[in-house]
T-cell receptor
């Protein structure tokens, strides 16, 4: 079992719809969770992080964390073609300390007009 | 500079040659990380620096890989006797503090191709 698992996609959604990206992790002690966006040929860019169970909203993005079920998700409302990218879920399994992130392989999102 | 700078952006080498990849982190960032991303894969942790020391080298795949950091700033990742399976994008990231939730800023990476 991979430490961080994501559906590789592609996830195809129409413009204006909600895109839902999911991620599960294996280390129950993990404390912090991140979503990175990576455009083709570019470096990853942090878009959201979450530490506590529940929802965290930032503009069109909402991160959801459920530690009991060991999953974290990212919702993108009003999806735009510019949101088309690969979304990487990352987990820090350490309780404090440095940011040794474990990344999933990413979900490719395609938003079509 | 304003961001994490990596050089070269692309490196093509022959199997068996040594390569050096350079990372210049954001000024003042004490923590520096090297990751590797193979085609279609997620990022794989290689090594973490705090200042000039590397308390976690657990991700280095073999003893052909080594890294150093000098002056608490620039880091060099060296791959000796390169193999085709070393072909990947090597990403460097830095953060202000080593805290477990600190935002990592990634460089644009070095695309390494071993022929």
């Amino acid at each position: 079992q991979k430490e961080v698992e994501q559906n590789s996609g592609p996830l195809s959604v129409p413009e204006g719809a909600i895109a839902s990206l999911n991620c599960t992790y294996s280390d129950r002690g993990s404390q912090s969770f991140f979503w990175y966006r990576q455009y083709s040929g570019k470096s990853p860019e942090l878009i959201m992080f979450i530490y506590s169970n529940g929802d965290k909203e930032d503009g069109r993005f909402t991160a959801q964390l459920n530690k009991a079920s060991q999953y974290v998700s990212l919702l993108i409302r009003d999806s735009q073609p510019s949101d088309s990218a690969t979304y990487l879920c990352a987990v820090n399994p350490r309780n404090g300390g440095y940011n040794k992130l474990i990344f999933g392989a990413g979900t490719r999102l395609a938003v079509h007009p | 500079g304003a961001g994490v700078s990596q050089s070269p952006s692309n490196k093509v080498t022959e199997k068996g040659k040594d390569v050096e990849l350079r990372c210049d982190p954001i000024s003042g960032h004490t923590a520096l990380y090297w990751y590797r991303q193979s085609l279609g894969q997620g990022l794989e942790f290689l090594i973490y620096f705090q200042g000039n020391s590397a308390p976690d080298k657990s991700g280095l795949p073999s003893d052909r890989f080594s890294a150093e950091r000098t002056g608490g700033s620039v880091s060099t990742l060296t791959i000796q006797r390169t193999q085709q399976e070393d072909s990947a994008v090597y990403l460097c990231a830095s953060s202000l503090e080593p805290g477990g939730s600190e935002k990592l800023f990634f460089g644009s990476g070095t695309q390494l191709s071993v022929l």
